[in-house]
């Protein structure tokens, strides 16, 4: 039947990806990478119904192939965390023929080329029952010439929210006009006024196993609770779903159970934000490190310039000024002709050697002013230095801590978990309240929850 997905990402060297690695793997085509010289070959993957790339209409024409458009979108990105595309994929309705299909995600795809994004369209497994689409977009405005600047208003969550909004309405079109009764909504269930428990999406891996007749494990797991249910409707829901319960009461232990695999879900993921947010000022102290550790080693040869440029001139002053003394001492009845106000005594390249004297001691001065000042700036990124170096050790035992807790909240939701599935098993009660049905003692019969206080930093 006819499902609304769309999921959108940024493809990006921050995280070690390309875009002309990503849309070899998407057209199923080979793509060499003419910044790195890798090549990309996805000739033999399976699955691809074909492509098409549209885009405005003063596109070139050699961006119409799809090594040389990715490549130019590499070329047109300078810095090493550049962002390069963005990815949209999206369900088809499997009511719909290939061809239909087709029409649909280029119907859809046209809002992108209106507002000057160059579009490369992905069609896979249309004559399956999974059929999607992958649509890569530029970031950068297309010109005459080539790509301009990046559109960030096309980042705006909003802008977002209008695509899947638009790509419902899309579909539905296409559904009617094939005479079709399905419909989707890009709205969340508590916007419809749907009371249920949402569903989990599945990969291909655990379609795969359902396929088989196997159960994933995470169909084992509680899914959230909407915001209208309640935790208790949701259990019963959920169990009724999966006929675990067969009646709408749920036992106090099933609900005690339950309440402790939620309460280790909460500081599991707690833990694990925790730990990312100490790797990320793990790395930011590395990187704060290793730039300081850049401009001390500048800070070092700016110094080593400065003060060999003030030896060069201080040997020059003192060469000029040997060569003056020597001049005076060959020449004293001159000299004392000048002392006496005959200045013609005193010839022309003499006069010039002293003023070119005075310069030289006026630079040789300057050079231990800054000599001495890029020694004041040395000093200070050593010390800056010092103190990253500490953040980073600081950060290094925070991260640590944060493992620990992961480690304790992992071992709590296993705990918590195998309460629960001795709970929810036939016979419970007989195994841990006897055979006559006595109410369980709240020191003795009552199972054993783990409940560690989480160590914190």
Same mark, same amino acid.
């Given at each position: 039947?006819?499902?609304?997905?769309?999921?959108?990402? &940024?493809?990006?060297? #921050?995280?070690?990806?390309?875009?002309?690695?990503?849309?070899?793997?998407?057209?199923?085509?080979?793509?060499?990478?003419?910044?790195?010289?890798?090549?990309?070959?996805?000739?033999?993957?399976?699955?691809?119904?074909?492509?098409?790339?549209?885009?405005?209409?003063?596109?070139?024409?050699?961006?119409?192939?799809?090594?040389?458009?990715?490549?130019?979108?590499?070329? #047109?990105?300078?810095?090493?965390?550049?962002?390069?595309?963005? !990815?949209?994929?999206?369900?088809?309705?499997?009511?719909?023929?290939?061809?239909?299909?087709?029409?649909?995600?280029?119907?859809?795809?046209?809002?992108?080329?209106?507002?000057?994004?160059?579009?490369?369209?992905?069609?896979?497994?249309?004559?399956?029952?999974?059929?999607?689409?992958?649509?890569?977009?530029?970031?950068?405005?297309?010109?005459?010439?080539?790509?301009?600047?990046?559109?960030?208003?096309?980042?705006?969550?909003?802008?977002?929210?209008?695509?899947?909004?638009?790509?419902?309405?899309?579909?539905?079109?296409?559904?009617?006009?094939?005479?079709?009764?399905?419909?989707?909504? @890009?709205?969340?269930?508590?916007?419809?006024?749907?009371?249920?428990?949402?569903?989990?999406?599945?990969?291909?891996?655990?379609?795969?196993?359902?396929?088989?007749?196997?159960?994933?494990?995470?169909?084992?797991?509680?899914?959230?609770?909407?915001?209208?249910?309640? @935790?208790?409707?949701?259990?019963?829901?959920?169990?009724? !779903?999966?006929?675990?319960?067969? @009646?709408?009461?749920?036992? !106090?232990?099933?609900?005690?159970?339950?309440?402790?695999? !939620?309460?280790?879900?909460? #500081?599991?993921?707690?833990?694990?934000?925790?730990?990312?947010?100490?790797?990320?000022?793990?790395?930011?102290?590395?990187?704060?490190?290793?730039?300081?550790?850049?401009?001390?080693?500048?800070?070092?040869?700016?110094?080593?310039?400065?003060?060999?440029?003030?030896?060069?001139?201080?040997?020059?002053?003192?060469?000029?000024?040997?060569?003056?003394?020597?001049?005076?001492?060959?020449?004293?009845?001159?000299?004392?002709?000048?002392?006496?106000?005959?200045?013609?005594? &005193?010839?022309? $390249?003499?006069?010039?050697?002293?003023?070119?004297?005075?310069?030289?001691?006026?630079?040789?001065?300057?050079?231990?002013?800054?000599?001495?000042?890029?020694?004041?700036?040395?000093?200070?990124?050593?010390?800056?230095?010092?103190?990253?170096?500490?953040?980073?050790?600081?950060?290094?035992?925070?991260?640590?801590?944060?493992?620990?807790?992961?480690?304790?909240? &992992?071992?709590?939701?296993?705990?918590?978990?195998?309460?629960?599935?001795? #709970?929810?098993?036939?016979?419970?009660?007989?195994?841990?309240?006897?055979?006559?049905?006595?109410?369980?003692?709240?020191?003795?019969?009552?199972?054993? $929850?783990?409940?560690?206080?989480?160590?914190?930093?």
């Amino acid at each position: 039947m006819a499902i609304f997905h769309l999921a959108a990402q &940024i493809i990006g060297r #921050a995280a070690g990806r390309s875009s002309t690695a990503a849309a070899a793997y998407r057209l199923g085509t080979v793509i060499e990478d003419e910044r790195t010289g890798q090549c990309f070959d996805y000739s033999r993957k399976s699955g691809v119904s074909g492509w098409q790339i549209i885009g405005p209409d003063c596109m070139p024409d050699r961006l119409r192939d799809p090594a040389r458009l990715w490549n130019a979108v590499e070329a #047109a990105e300078r810095r090493h965390d550049a962002q390069l595309c963005r !990815e949209v994929n999206v369900a088809l309705p499997c009511e719909l023929s290939p061809s239909q299909n087709t029409a649909l995600v280029l119907d859809w795809c046209q809002q992108f080329v209106d507002a000057g994004m160059i579009a490369c369209v992905a069609l896979h497994q249309l004559e399956n029952n999974n059929p999607h689409a992958h649509v890569m977009l530029t970031l950068r405005e297309i010109a005459q010439g080539g790509f301009g600047v990046k559109v960030r208003a096309w980042n705006d969550r909003r802008v977002l929210d209008r695509w899947r909004e638009t790509w419902a309405e899309k579909v539905n079109q296409h559904l009617a006009t094939a005479g079709m009764a399905e419909r989707v909504d @890009h709205r969340t269930l508590e916007a419809q006024g749907v009371e249920r428990a949402p569903t989990q999406h599945q990969g291909p891996i655990a379609h795969a196993m359902e396929q088989r007749g196997e159960g994933p494990d995470r169909l084992s797991v509680i899914a959230p609770t909407p915001r209208a249910m309640n @935790h208790t409707q949701a259990v019963i829901y959920r169990a009724r !779903e999966q006929n675990v319960v067969g @009646h709408d009461d749920v036992p !106090e232990h099933v609900r005690q159970a339950t309440e402790a695999v !939620e309460k280790a879900h909460e #500081a599991l993921h707690a833990a694990k934000i925790e730990e990312v947010r100490c790797k990320k000022a793990e790395q930011h102290a590395s990187d704060e490190r290793t730039n300081k550790q850049q401009i001390t080693n500048a800070d070092r040869l700016v110094a080593h310039d400065a003060q060999q440029r003030a030896d060069a001139l201080r040997g020059m002053a003192q060469a000029q000024q040997r060569t003056i003394e020597q001049w005076k001492q060959t020449h004293r009845w001159r000299v004392w002709w000048w002392r006496h106000g005959i200045r013609n005594a &005193i010839p022309a $390249l003499v006069r010039q050697a002293d003023a070119e004297r005075i310069k030289a001691k006026r630079r040789a001065i300057a050079a231990t002013l800054h000599q001495q000042e890029a020694v004041d700036i040395a000093l200070a990124s050593r010390s800056a230095l010092v103190q990253a170096d500490n953040a980073h050790k600081h950060c290094l035992r925070r991260w640590t801590q944060a493992t620990q807790q992961v480690a304790d909240a &992992i071992e709590r939701l296993a705990q918590a978990q195998d309460d629960l599935r001795d #709970a929810m098993t036939p016979g419970y009660e007989l195994r841990h309240f006897g055979r006559h049905g006595r109410q369980p003692d709240a020191a003795h019969d009552q199972p054993l $929850l783990v409940n560690r206080r989480m160590r914190r930093p």
